[in-house]
């Protein structure tokens, strides 16, 4: 329904029955409303659970901020309503995921670049968002870009896993936490204790296939590590009390994850000695 018509399509098996239908509309609602019913010659299961519907209509209030997604679920002759909204979008959900009392608060950044992912490609534009705290709780990432939720990452992952542990690393070096002869940090390190989310738009996206799970763009990495770097370094700079127990959870992790690598280590030489006897 838009500029006081409403417009009517209908599908059967991938084919348009009877072509666009068009009527003069006077009412005020505008908008877009799509019904579907799973064809039982083409679906072997249409049993589709409730939890399937309810977790992506969530995962669309994260990243459209403000706008309320609404779930209702016929029971009898009544409806189950569920409503979802993030009025401040991806900081809201990162305040949610880390609960009371995360060591830094929830800080959102975000930019625009323009570029290409080669000299001979179009150049095109790239909106960049995140939201991040650290917890010694909790731990989550995730990656959305045009409103899909990247479950394997691909560019912002590996964007995130560069610029976070570069940035980290320089850190805790200018205040000279690392003992002497230590080994740098890894992201492992660093993910162990964040809570992010990125909420990414772009005019041109290059998917790794066809579910749509990864993007592969090497401009959004490029611009999307520089983003990262350039933040951190000002958020470390204007946050130092936030940033030193940054430096401390990380170091923690860490010097955890080494002490129990060389444990792990030393009992599977004790057992590899006892099998050899």
Known sequence: RRDGYKYSLHFEKGENIGGLSK??????????????????EVFTDIDIPEEFFKDILHRQAVVNAGVTFRFRNQNGNKFDVTEYVYENGILDYVHEIAHESPLTSPYFISAERRGRDRADKPEYKVKLSAAFCFSNKVKAIEYYHNSSWLEYGGAPEKAARSAFVYAIDAYIKKI?????????????????????????????????????????????????????????????????????????????????????????LNIKKKLTGNADL
Do not use: H
């Open 23 to 40: 009527e003069p509309y006077k009412g005020r609602a505008t908008g877009t409303k799509t019904r579907w019913k799973p064809d039982s």
């Open 176 to 264: 000279g936490k690392y003992q002497k002869n230590e080994s740098k940090i890894n992201f492992q390190d660093v993910a162990d204790c964040l809570v992010l989310v990125t909420n990414c738009f772009s005019t041109q996206t290059s998917y790794e296939n066809q579910t749509k799970k990864a993007i592969t763009n090497r401009f959004i990495q490029e611009a999307m590590t520089d983003f990262f770097k350039e933040k951190l370094e000002i958020y470390f700079i204007e946050n130092k009390a936030e940033a030193d127990r940054i430096a401390d959870q990380v170091l923690i992790n860490k010097r955890s994850r080494e002490t129990a690598e060389k444990a792990r």
